[in-house]
């Protein structure tokens, strides 16, 4: 069993940039893929990025790509997603997810989830 807690929400800027953060819990965290995704009110769940078990693969969804950095650090336990150029489409709860599987980098099929943290415009 996993669990995951997701901090570094809160109220942003338009414009600005955050970095969330994901930490895990227990030894086989450095052998999963790690995902990030977001929820907005009134629409479904969508994948934001990706990484693999090394950091070798990563992937983001179209609308962040450029403007965002998905990272993990194996010995803390712990992925970091940072976010730049922030738009009104970027607030949303954002979760983090852990896939058995770290082969690759996937939209879909994660096992374990976090409950999630809240990104919302200040302004």
């Known amino acids: 069993q996993v669990q995951l807690v997701e901090s570094g929400g809160g109220l942003v800027q338009a414009g600005g940039s955050l970095r969330l953060s994901c930490a895990a819990s227990?030894?086989?965290?450095?052998?999963?893929?790690m995902g990030w995704f977001r929820q907005a009110p009134g629409k479904e769940r969508e994948f934001v990025s990706g990484?693999?078990?090394?950091?070798?693969?990563?992937a983001y969804t179209d609308s962040v790509k450029g403007r965002s950095t998905i990272s993990r650090d194996n010995a803390k336990n712990t992925v970091y997603l940072q976010m730049t150029s922030l738009i009104p489409e970027d607030m949303a709860l954002y979760y983090c997810?852990?896939?058995?599987?770290?082969?690759?980098?996937?939209?879909?099929?994660?096992?374990?989830w976090g409950q999630g943290t809240q990104v919302t415009d200040s302004s």
């Open positions: 997810a852990a896939r058995v599987d770290g082969s690759g980098v996937f939209t879909s099929g994660y096992q374990y």
């Open positions: 227990g030894r086989t965290f450095r052998s999963y893929a």
């Open positions: 990484i693999s078990w090394n950091g070798g693969y990563t």
